[in-house]
């Protein structure tokens, strides 16, 4: 549970294995790091649907691992109780009350999550504990090196193993890399922009697309008129009202893989208020929502530092987000920062990564990702240095692998067999036609 106590209390770490297909060409196993924060490893193996993420020749050559990080899942699980996370404030806080008391319900819901978490681990959610598990379950796989596929949070778990164990890495892929050296300005200004730059591509793609459901029309000015409707609690998907931050979620989850079919279909079912066809192309049924869950936020808030000087900072914080992004004014990180409000500083705070003596990590990052901006990923390649090559998806959404043919032939040579890919090598872009 705590590492720096080893003879203290212990939880069980809940892990999913399946054996390569072609036993007579294993390479070894393979640790997939999950993302989120919040994201099951073990649901990602034990459901074959969810195997799709892996190739083929990979599947052939590797057994595929991966596991719910501590607080997750089936891995001694942050438990709540549910009355309380229901009465959970909005995550755009418009006055001094409403900062106030989110930090007065933060405090309250830390406590009771701590108290209903058994083996005292609440406490202990931090990233870098996970990498002092990682490398117990690279040991109990009888690897001497590890092999890692670490994806958009997960990462953040490979970045920081490579600094604590970087003789120990045989091979390593980052993709939708985050920075975990930003202060929170700069985590604020970045996390905007990018979703900005993937929202202006949906437009662009609007604008030439005769199919776009919004083709012909002037689609940011719709988008404004939206935004207003919802701040005055006019729109509704299933029977659910969306406020401002709701539809820039909607938007931001249709630009993940990225949906722009759907997603301009939705819009247009909002503008002329059509139920059923909102319902059709809206969020009811998403499995993945870009936003902290319930068992999330404590894991995220041991791993940032994120102040800011009371109402009046964070005010003006949102204004310069404003003109960062003028569509995508209420982007994700807006929940990250409410949800951390009032936090205890974190055991593992952002920080420039320091490897000395890995094997080359191969980064893999989209130009156009809604989440893990494409400068994200340079500026770790560039604290990285040496040890780090950056591959280039030159198309949109967040990920790499499963939007380019491309890019998985170059993330499998890698891993199979080391090739590491020249430093500046791209895959051509393949536009969305969801």
């Known amino acids: 549970m705590d590492w720096s106590d080893p003879n203290g209390a212990h939880f069980d770490?809940?892990?999913a294995r399946r054996r390569a297909t072609d036993p007579g060409a294993r390479v070894g196993s393979m640790v997939f790091g999950p993302g989120g924060p919040g994201d099951s490893g073990v649901s990602r193996i034990v459901d074959e649907g969810n195997m799709g993420r892996f190739s083929d020749r990979l599947r052939s050559r590797f057994d595929i691992v991966s596991f719910d990080p501590r607080g997750v899942g089936l891995s001694n699980p942050i438990l709540c109780s549910q009355e309380l996370l229901d009465r959970r404030p909005a995550p755009v806080m418009k006055s001094r009350a409403e900062f106030d008391a989110t930090a007065k319900y933060n405090r309250a819901l830390r406590a009771d999550c701590r108290k209903n978490t058994e083996n005292g681990l609440f406490d202990h959610v931090d990233t870098l504990s996970t990498v002092k598990d990682l490398d117990a379950v690279r040991a109990a796989l009888g690897e001497k090196s590890l092999t890692f596929h670490g994806s958009s949070y997960g990462t953040l778990l490979g970045e920081q193993y490579a600094e604590q164990y970087p003789k120990?890495?045989?091979?390593?892929?980052?993709?939708a890399v985050v920075d975990h050296s930003l202060d929170t300005r700069e985590f604020l200004s970045t996390q905007a922009a990018t979703l900005q730059d993937s929202f202006d591509e949906f437009v662009a793609w609007c604008v030439r697309t005769e199919s776009c459901a919004l083709h012909g029309s002037d689609v940011r000015p719709l988008w404004a008129d939206l935004l207003e409707r919802a701040e005055r609690g006019e729109l509704s998907d299933d029977g659910r009202t969306l406020t401002p931050f709701d539809l820039n979620v909607v938007v931001m989850k249709r630009l993940y893989d990225p949906q722009w079919r759907r997603l301009a279909t939705f819009l247009r079912?909002?503008?002329?208020?059509?139920?059923?066809?909102?319902?059709?192309?809206?969020?009811t049924g998403d499995s993945s929502e870009p936003a902290l869950g319930e068992n999330s936020f404590e894991?995220?808030?041991?791993?940032?530092?994120?102040p800011v000087s009371g109402y009046q900072g964070y005010a003006r914080e949102l204004r310069r987000i404003s003109g960062i992004a003028p569509d995508m004014k209420y982007p994700r990180s807006l929940m990250a920062l409410s949800a951390c409000l009032g936090a205890p500083e974190p055991d593992n705070p952002q920080h420039r990564l320091k490897v000395r003596g890995s094997r080359t990590v191969l980064l893999t990052n989209s130009i156009h990702d809604p989440a893990s901006g494409y400068n994200w990923a340079t500026n770790v390649a560039e604290q990285l240095g040496g040890n780090a090559v950056l591959h280039t998806y030159e198309g949109w959404g967040h990920g790499t692998y499963s939007s380019s043919h491309c890019a998985q032939e170059v993330v499998d040579a890698y891993l199979i067999s080391l090739t590491v890919p020249p430093g500046g090598a791209s895959c051509p872009g393949v536009e969305p036609v969801g």
């Open 13 to 15: 770490l809940q892990l």
């Open 269 to 283: 079912a909002l503008e002329e208020s059509e139920p059923e066809a909102v319902r059709a192309a809206g969020t």
């Open 168 to 175: 120990r890495v045989r091979a390593m892929v980052l993709e």
């Open 299 to 306: 894991i995220f808030c041991q791993d940032w530092s994120l």
